[in-house]
């Protein structure tokens, strides 16, 4: 039987931050919002989802995972330099394909989990999430978005963009996740309660490791896109138009120009980076 998935994403930010981005509630609210306004925009489902202090996990699905990443850390890296100062910097959000079915439930159950390094209560009691919504009776609470006027609306949730007017939310203005996750979807890919019970009991020694992996990810691709942001500077400047829509020829002038100048090595991180392959660079230069 084929276990491979496609279109599913796992979207995080950095879970080592010395400082705090989601310290109160209102950044809490802010940072759930944003998940879900943000795929909304660019027509990706949100699977589950969490809000911690430092970070955030969130399991998408969807095509247009480079325009979720890059709305979120725009919407969160604006409000973060707005209410926190100068010194709070940016929000970098990492993304890594999920690929098998094991493996999709392993990152639901894992962001579903999160909370434990700050909660002492139950996963699902933790308000800053999924909530108890899956395998569960779900209530219909909050007020519908089409109540509010759409000036009322933006106050409240700092977006201009037309939402889902049967979308609720709490008192406070969370979108509550019971609004836009699919949960029938997520409980036919469990299948059963038992399952999901299963899964919750991942292994001391398996979270870790899937913590390294995070890790790891996390600054590969906060490396390809520093690389990447430079690489499209030159191109403006030289070429008058976006790395991402330049001829090869230009691409492999514009690797040549970092490797010179020692902005960058000769890596498989700065092939990514310049949407180029390793052997490529290799090759050419």
Request: hydrophobic share 35%; proline share 2%; net charge positive.
């Amino acid at each position: 039987m084929d276990d491979r998935v496609t279109g599913y994403w796992h979207v995080y930010s950095d879970g080592k931050r010395a400082d705090i981005p989601f310290a109160t509630d209102k950044d809490k609210v802010f940072a759930m919002n944003s998940i879900v306004i943000c795929a909304h925009q660019n027509n990706m489902n949100v699977v589950c989802s969490e809000v911690n202090d430092t970070h955030l996990h969130t399991v998408v699905k969807g095509e247009s995972v480079d325009g979720f990443r890059s709305g979120l850390k725009r919407r969160l890296t604006t409000r973060v330099n707005r209410v926190g100062g100068p010194e709070a910097g940016e929000i970098f959000i990492a993304a890594g394909e999920i690929q098998t079915r094991e493996e999709l439930l392993v990152k639901i159950v894992y962001t579903f989990r999160n909370c434990l390094d700050c909660f002492r209560g139950a996963p699902w009691e933790y308000r800053w999430g999924v909530g108890n919504l899956y395998f569960a009776r779900r209530k219909v609470e909050g007020t519908p978005l089409g109540n509010y006027s759409a000036r009322e609306r933006y106050r409240i949730l700092e977006c201009r963009q037309d939402l889902p007017l049967h979308w609720r939310i709490d008192d406070d203005g969370l979108i509550l996740p019971s609004s836009y996750i699919d949960v029938d979807e997520v409980e036919r890919l469990f299948g059963s309660v038992r399952a999901f019970l299963a899964f919750l009991h991942v292994k001391k020694d398996d979270e870790q490791r899937l913590k390294q992996s995070f890790a790891s990810n996390y600054i590969e691709q906060r490396s390809i896109q520093d690389m990447r942001e430079r690489a499209n500077r030159q191109a403006h400047q030289k070429y008058g138009m976006a790395l991402r829509n330049l001829p090869f020829e230009a691409r492999i002038v514009i690797a040549s120009s970092m490797l010179k100048s020692r902005t960058a090595t000769r890596s498989e991180s700065l092939a990514k980076a310049l949407f180029l392959k390793k052997e490529d660079l290799d090759r050419l230069l």
